[in-house]
């Protein structure tokens, strides 16, 4: 599968934006989806989780409250709602697909597919 995320740019502090991953073939809809990020000179991160049929979701600590994800299967499509934006939620984010995770992971390794990234900068 190839993914394809979207909607990353620059806003101020305490604003929003929605990134989307958009996935290609068929079987998108068995994938467990996670959205990671990686700031400058740091570890990529786990920010959200969700499983193939969108009924469990998982959230970092440092997100939760803040951040939805969502999917649309139909569309083959993951979002990532981003509200009350800090200028520490700066990096570019990733979405990823698991073929074989039974629940969602925080470990990257156990992610089989990866999106380019898209960046997303928070001023203050």
């Known amino acids: 599968v190839q993914l394809q995320a979207s909607g990353g740019g620059l806003v101020q502090a305490g604003g929003s934006l929605r990134l989307s991953c958009a996935a290609s073939?068929?079987?998108?809809?068995?994938?467990?989806m996670g959205w990671f990020r990686q700031g400058p000179g740091m570890e990529r991160e786990f920010v959200a989780g969700?499983?193939?049929?969108?009924?469990?979701?998982q959230y970092s600590d440092s997100v939760k409250g803040r951040f939805a994800i969502s999917r649309d299967n139909a569309k083959n499509t993951v979002y990532l709602q981003m509200n009350s934006l800090k200028p520490e939620d700066t990096a570019v984010y990733y979405c990823a697909a698991s073929r074989y995770a039974r629940t969602i992971t925080v470990v990257p390794g156990a992610y089989d597919y990866w999106g380019q990234g898209t960046q997303v900068t928070v001023s203050s």
């Open positions: 073939g068929r079987t998108f809809s068995s994938y467990l």
């Open positions: 969700i499983s193939w049929n969108g009924g469990s979701t």
